[in-house]
């Protein structure tokens, strides 16, 4: 009280000499100038609560499970009429003169790995390429998994929808490097989405909450370029069709590498089944995929494959996650696979043929109170290998982990996970790794 007392007379004594230094009409037009950025504000809050609501009621929250995970996969991905995934817009500020909110969001990661057998990747556990031989107990630190995304929301029109924009980036560059890599820029309004970002045959909200950034190397999990169409045939059921950007991945064996051969677009389709309790997605693919030498001589095969996923939830926060992709020259959509070498290989013969392959998880994320939760991990890859792949090419992998998290506050994220991995090549020999991982993320916006 003494303090609002002595504070009164000094407010009364510095008006006084401004009036007097400056004089009324310079007071007049300062206490003018105040008032109107107090409107300006006001205006400023008005209109982003106005936009918010706008967006909002565009924007229906999603039907489907909203799962807790720190790699936070699941919040990217583009949904039908681009629905909520979470509870709300917070985090969005209004862009000066126009109807659009804008949010920046992503976290801030450290890895501390320690590898009691060689890995060949010191940055991800990625059980397709294990070595051989190498050194062991290596310890290594990176923050690649570090990652920035701005999105952008605005409301069109009744019958065009809201429209969505998602740019986001990490920096886990080629060969170990830390540039700044792309994982999604794509637009979507009225349920046509265009750019890059998860592919239409993946299942972003299955994925198991794992530390470590690859995951089972059975999952489907690519980003590419597209174009998609998605339909809602209402009651949590929804469809939708791509054409996504085509790559050959072909084992030559000893022979040499050819120019790749794709005449066409990957085909891809989907439905989905969404409810409260989880969700239930099947998927298709068709490609092609061949090899051409540029003087006239080439080869094509067809790809085709399928697969089903989906998380089911069992008792309080717990769920389960699952997936189960097979067919054939489909290796470019498996997590271990692609940029690798298992889409098609040469039979004895010396004719291109697609290698068949089959992989998938199943995982259980379970919550020992609001602030520990664990997720118990199995997965397996399969290719069907060719009589022309040498025999250090992949023929089977298994992966398992399991980790305990953290969360003190809520923006802050801690955890361990013990991860084991088993390799096993065309020749019949093997490789198993074991990894312990720590890991600290704070998340931009929680």
Do not use: C
């Not at 003169?97 to 590898?115: C, E, H």
């Not at 693919?285 to 061949?290: L, W």
């Not at 080439?298 to 717990?318: A, E, L, N, R, Y």
């Amino acid at each position: 009280m003494k303090r609002i007392m002595t504070v009164i007379p000094l407010a009364l004594l510095s008006s006084s000499l401004l009036a007097a230094e400056t004089g009324t009409d310079d007071l007049d037009a300062l206490r003018a100038r105040i008032s109107a950025l107090e409107q300006q504000v006001s205006k400023n809050s008005t209109d982003i609560s106005s936009t918010q609501s706008s967006v909002k009621k565009a924007s229906e929250q999603v039907t489907t499970l909203v799962r807790r995970t720190i790699n936070d996969n699941a919040s990217a991905s583009a949904r039908i009429d681009n629905a909520l995934y979470g509870d709300d817009l917070s985090g969005f500020f209004k862009l000066p003169n126009t109807d659009s909110i804008m949010r920046i969001g992503g976290y801030l990661k450290m890895d501390a790995i320690y590898d009691l057998d060689p890995t060949g990747d010191p940055d991800q556990f990625l059980v397709a390429y294990l070595p051989s031989a190498g050194a062991e107990n290596q310890f290594h630190m990176h923050a690649k998994q570090t990652r920035i995304n701005f999105e952008i929301r605005r409301p069109t029109n009744d019958a065009m929808g809201p429209l969505r924009i998602l740019i986001e980036n990490d920096f886990f560059g080629p060969d170990y490097s830390t540039n700044y890599r792309l994982r999604h820029a794509f637009a979507q309004v009225n349920n046509i989405l265009g750019g890059y970002t998860y592919s239409t045959f993946m299942d972003a909200d299955a994925l198991p909450n794992t530390l470590d950034f690859a995951g089972p190397g059975g999952a489907v999990f690519l980003f590419t370029p597209q174009l998609r169409f998605s339909k809602d045939l209402g009651e949590g059921t929804n469809v939708a069709f791509a054409l996504e950007r085509p790559a050959a991945e072909i084992d030559y064996g000893a022979g040499p590498a050819l120019e790749a051969n794709t005449p066409m677009p990957d085909i891809v389709a989907r439905a989905r089944w969404e409810a409260e309790g989880g969700h239930l997605q099947i998927g298709a693919v068709a490609r092609q995929v061949g090899w051409s030498d540029g003087a006239g001589q080439d080869d094509t095969v067809t790809g085709m494959g399928g697969s089903i996923s989906g998380v089911v939830k069992t008792f309080g926060d717990d769920s389960i996650q699952f997936s189960l992709t097979g067919g054939e020259g489909i290796g470019h959509y498996y997590s271990d696979l692609n940029g690798g070498t298992s889409d098609a290989g040469f039979d004895a013969n010396g004719d291109l043929e697609a290698l068949s392959s089959a992989g998938g998880f199943i995982a259980y994320q379970h919550f020992w109170n609001d602030k520990w939760n664990t997720a118990l991990v199995y997965g397996n890859l399969q290719v069907d290998n060719s009589t022309g792949q040498l025999g250090s090419a992949l023929h089977k992998d298994e992966y398992a982990s399991l980790n305990l998290i953290w969360n003190p506050v809520g923006s802050l994220n801690l955890g361990m996970e013990i991860l084991q991995g088993t390799l096993e090549n065309n020749d019949g020999t093997d490789t198993t790794a074991t990894r312990i991982q720590f890991s600290a993320q704070v998340d931009l916006m929680r």
